[in-house]
């Protein structure tokens, strides 16, 4: 009957697969045409339906092992190292042995499925076991018990709604991938490759012309000649500089852990580079730890006010971020207060193109390290007002709705995880998660 729950077995549900990784002392076993997953593939923010990880298989690789192409719609569950990052495969997949794959059968909802074992980590890593690492195997998957609908109509109906508000952040993630190409793009070609000034000097752009990406009206923001300087030639009129001179350079630090007075009840942003290591965007909205007023005095550099930009100067070089909160940072960062004529978006894809030079001027025995006074002095260039201007205008929109969109997100994310462990437990019943989504306007 409708609404019926009943309880079963993962095993009763779907068949269990694990994976295997061929001998990689050949390397005609990589970089075929089989995609090939690993749990590093899903450490990062991914989306619901996977097509590929970094590398593949070839047919030879894949025929060399005990890994098999798992078909479309296979949930896939990271089983060691750790356990409980799920995905579903978008297309024939194959994995390696850290993976206990769940082929759901027919009278199941895959989704629903998925969306179990996400609301049910816990649960999962309670089945695990080991001495170096935990690990669930598959004879354990497939005796944890599940509470689930009876119909598969029911269990779809969850999954559902669950799956919409996926899909819209999925789709706020597409838009900010174009935004962001579209921002970088065109720093690459105005401050990198000089384009517009190439296109004059070759005689591609006329006065009144439009061509791809040069529309007609910027034609005299250009110069029509390169001239030398201390970076190689340069647009005439531009000038040459180093960063240092350009923003405000600062660092931070860390209050001491072991006074309670600088954390409990915190609430101030405080970043440290594991907050920008989980972005998908070089967008920083929040931070895991707040500190109290007293904690903040500890920081010589404060609270640094909203469209700072960050760049991680260790372990590792190179996470960048615009702080869309004021946050005080950790000494695992170079701050930049973009209080002169360089625009913040402008930094942050100066800092992505220079990222080599960064990372040659960083030292250190234990790990390497870009200090202050070896940044300060790495060479920039700067374009004239105008240019600057008609540059900001062009990429703070995208960067806007970037950031617009990555709060949106957020939100989403925020309302998929309270409704998660109720749908998929039963405590709420789906046409009351529907009419609260109704009420929020989804």
């Known amino acids: ?13 779907a068949d269990v697969y694990g994976g295997s990784t061929p001998s990689t002392r050949d390397p005609e076993n990589f970089d075929g045409d089989v995609p090939w997953l690993t749990p590093k593939d899903l450490s990062v923010p991914h989306p619901r339906y996977v097509r590929r990880g970094e590398r593949n298989l070839s047919q030879k ?3 060399s092992c005990s890994a098999q192409l798992l078909p479309t719609n296979t949930v896939l569950l990271s089983s060691r190292a750790p356990i409980g990052y799920v995905a579903i495969a978008a297309n024939p997949i194959a994995t390696n042995q850290g993976f206990r794959s769940l082929l759901v059968k027919p009278e199941h909802d895959h989704e629903f499925v998925y969306y179990w074992l996400v609301a049910n980590v816990e649960e999962l890593e309670r089945h695990a076991s080991g001495s170096t690492f935990k690990e669930i195997s598959g004879t354990s998957l497939k005796r944890i018990r599940v509470r689930i ?10 999954a559902h709604i669950l799956g919409t508000l996926d899909d819209k952040i999925e789709n706020l993630r597409r838009q900010n991938e174009t935004l962001e190409a579209m921002a970088r793009a065109l720093f690459k070609a105005w401050f990198v490759d000089f384009e517009p000034v190439r296109a004059k000097i070759e005689g591609r752009w006329q006065r009144g012309q439009s061509l791809p990406g040069l529309p007609a009206h910027l034609y005299d923001l250009f110069p029509d000649r390169l ?50 290591s989980a ?4 967008v920083l909205l929040d931070t895991d730890r707040k500190i109290t007023d007293a904690g903040l005095a500890k920081i010589s550099s404060g609270l640094l ?20 909160v004021p946050t005080a940072i950790n000494q695992g960062f170079i701050a930049m207060k973009c209080d002169g004529v360089l625009p913040n978006v402008f930094v942050l894809l100066w800092c992505r193109e220079s990222m080599d030079a960064i990372v040659g001027n960083a ?31 062009s990429a703070a929109f995208p960067y806007r709705q970037l950031a617009a969109n ?7 994310a925020q309302l998929r995880d309270t409704l998660l462990p109720k749908l998929i437990s039963g405590e709420l019943r789906v046409r009351d998660a529907e009419a609260f989504l109704k009420e929020h306007g989804l």
Not at 149 to 158: F, L, N, S, V
Not at 236 to 244: K, L, M, Q, V
Not at 305 to 324: D, F, H, K, N, Q
Request: include cysteine; aromatic fraction near 8%.
């Open 149 to 158: 609908p009876a119909r598969r109509e029911d269990q779809r109906a969850i």
């Open 1 to 13: 009957m409708a609404g019926e729950w009943i309880e079963t077995t993962i095993g009763d549900i």
């Open 305 to 324: 006010p909203v469209g700072t930009v960050l760049l991680s100067s260790r372990a590792p070089i190179g996470y960048l971020a615009i702080t869309e």
């Open 406 to 412: 990555e709060r949106e997100s957020r939100t989403l």
């Open 227 to 276: 001239v030398d300087s201390e970076l190689g030639e340069i647009p005439e009129g531009w000038r040459h500089s180093t960063i240092g001179e350009e923003v405000t350079v600062c660092g931070g630090s860390t209050p001491s852990t072991k006074e309670p007075e600088f954390w409990e009840g915190g609430q101030h942003c405080w970043a440290t580079p594991k907050d920008l």
């Open 61 to 63: 690789g894949l025929r």
């Open 363 to 393: 030292n250190g025995s234990t790990f390497q390290e870009i200090s202050k006074s070896n940044f300060r002095p790495l060479r920039i260039i700067v374009p004239p007002d105008p240019v600057l201007k008609t540059f900001t205008r």
């Open 279 to 282: 972005l998908k965007f070089p």
